[in-house]
């Protein structure tokens, strides 16, 4: 159970309830009417709680664990301990995800505007927002209907939020138009100038950085990342992209929809990632490049070149994976021939 | 043309004018009185807008511009479209860069303490200096003239920062003396203590940080990067570096004149950087290294022994970059023989 | 000697009492009442400074060195320049910096709470705490005696911090519990939610975060590094940790007692590091991995299988330190042969 000094359970609900919200086929034979008061992992779940299976690896806890429910793939439900009831999804996490929101639902926002917060005059909130202690709102910004500023977050001069977005402690926004739903983590950093500047003996001279940063509807950044203002034409992250901590998004970037960018990835100036792709923890893009609808970039691996929809590629310079592979495999055998 | 919320564009300029803020020659027969309203890209410039051409990949879309004037080398004069006024520079992009500034000239800092600043007593602020909301300069500060301090920053104890120096909101510093026309970005970390401890099995032992940073003119440090304060000698940073978003500095580095560090890349250290070396994203430089002056570390590399002037190193562990490409070529054949 | 603007020396002390702090044996026939003022680096220190020796690299320095006194493993006595009395010690970094410390001792904490920090009613602070300008405490969080909470820090609704813990300028913590003697440095991101969710075309769908981030005594956690807190079990920092800037701890990480975390590494969710692990600089753990005690992972590896105690791994993918040598060295061969 989730510690209550940090997280207030909902429910209980019924598993006709769970079946529901979730979409969830609930087995044949199961009692619509039983009650589970919580979620729980596989190995501590109790007769009250319901748990998920959404890997193979844990096939073991499942047939041994004692949760009451349990969400799992239609094809597991032979190995089911006897009394329990199952939730049966093709996508069990996401069903999961769904039951875990159901007890744990995001709190409403209780609308409030702390009284050390700095809001210029000229900024204008929508209804329900909540500004804490510190926060500082810039002239002219515009922040939609329950939108929830952090403590210590400063909102820079004419910045846009749309509704029900979040910003945490202490990031910083400037020069940015940002959708509905969006959730900026603690210390994000955006808006400011992007590294452009002409190398010069005598010394390096500053561009101008001219564009801005447009973030889409649903969009998460991670704690402590940062997104750079477009030099003239925007930097743009797509609606529906997840992006960890310690991220670097470079200037003029553009993100389609759904990306997913993890951990101390970083991405140059000027290259577009198409929809749905995914860049793993510490992968590095040059600039100007092209990535294709679905390409999957294993972690560290360092781009130079474009790549195509759908690929996965891995390594630094990255080639296809299955190149990768090969290339690693001959390695291990050369160095131990060496051996000999 | 950029967003008048976020940017105010000023002139109209002459193309005289122009060729004089920036130095570029007008070429001959051009109308030197010709009015320009606003820079913008080969792609999207109109008959009253400046643009410019950086490199060979874009000459087709100079070849179309509708751009009323252009910066360029004298090498494409003969590929211009007609009526299209020229600029001509051996440094296109520096050039541009100069006019751009004409355009967007950085806004005149407006003198304001801000009444929720918390400054002690004993700080002292030169003259026209701007210190948003929140911020806290603490006791035996000295700030040049001009300062901007933005909301949420921390000046420490006795840190001395140069004239025209400008620190981003919610960035910290503390044991450093910093320059002149320096811009240091959100979020910034300087002058914490850095890596040291002597480890033990009994518990690691912090050996105490005594040193400062100090941190020359015309210095620009990301987003989010963090700069650690010496063990007893310095932390240098020297006149006119360029560190990107999310770099590392550690204890005791020394960067000479016109370094340029990319985004996410790291120094461990002791490490010492001649001038003008580059170190591309994500690369890290064991401790102790000396890096001789102009030498380019490719992104990603991993620096594990000494580089000498000019030279270029590229991999993990890092080697001469033509020995780099032949390593690489060579696995790559090594592994398709296998397939065969 | 360390600028006096941002340290103040203690002192002086004889060679008997240095030795008395240290464990150090002060060499036979030295003086025992001669007195050191201050600590130096070998290249500097005068008579009346203490200096240390600590690698063989720097053998050259302490012959040459003017120290009055120095800190050296006994197998290098008689390299000693005359005049200099020697503290013999068989782990001389951690002799110096318990000398060290005693020179620069952790100043005596001043309590006071900021008039402009924004303390909830319901939050509890032990005595001797010292909370900074700005800073925001939440309801019910417990700081335990002597606690130093920088300027702009947040410390969220419900937080424990131990005794004598620090939080440095900027940061903020949420859903966690602290230990005593933790050092949290600027811009730390404790306990916000990870990157957890179901990837789904229809748009991924977030799976609430129910753990907490768990750090035990003694830890410290360098500037804008970040820790999320766990899904269900906890994030948890076991005692004694050492992790540098810029560092990710993903949701589910378990590090074990006195590990080592170096700048710009990352760990990915639920993989457990046991006690005294060193990951170097930039390198990376996929998730769900276990690393055994003791285990070193060499800078910017990539390590994607469970390494087991003691052993040393290197590359990407990481291998055995051994491997990876070999495999540089036959590449390099194979290289050179394709030349010919």
Redesign the interface.
Known sequence: M??P???TVSGPLTLAELAEISGAKLQTGADRDRVVVD???LETAGPDQVSFLDSKRYVEAFMRSKAGACIVNPDFTDRAPDGMALLLSE?P??T???V??A??PKAELEPCL?E?A?IERTARLGEGCRV???A?IGA?AELGARCHI???V?IG??VVLGADTMV???A?L??CLVGARVMI???V?IG??G?G?????G??????Q???VVIHD?V?I???S?V?RGT??DTVIGP?C?I???V?I?HNVQLGQ?C?I???A?V?GSTKLED?VVLA??A?L?GHLHIGKEARIA??S?VMRDVPAGATVC???A?PIR?FF??????????K???E
């Open positions: 989730a510690d000094r940090f997280f979620v729980a992992p996508k996490y996401k999961y995800a769904l875990a929101l007890f744990y702390h050390t700095i804490e202690a510190g500082v002219r952090g403590p210590g400063v001069e004419s945490g402690a202490g910083s400037s020069h983590h603690p210390g950093r400011q100038p590294f500047f002409a190398m010069d003996a010394g390096h001279v500053k561009v101008p001219l564009g801005r649903d998460e991670g704690a402590n940062t750079d003239g034409p529906g997840m960890d901590n310690l670097q470079g759904g997913v993890v951990a101390q970083g140059a749905n923890a510490q590095g040059i972690a560290q360092g390594g630094a310079p080639v190149d090969r290339q690693t495999a001959a390695l291990v055998r050369l160095a021939r060496k051996d």
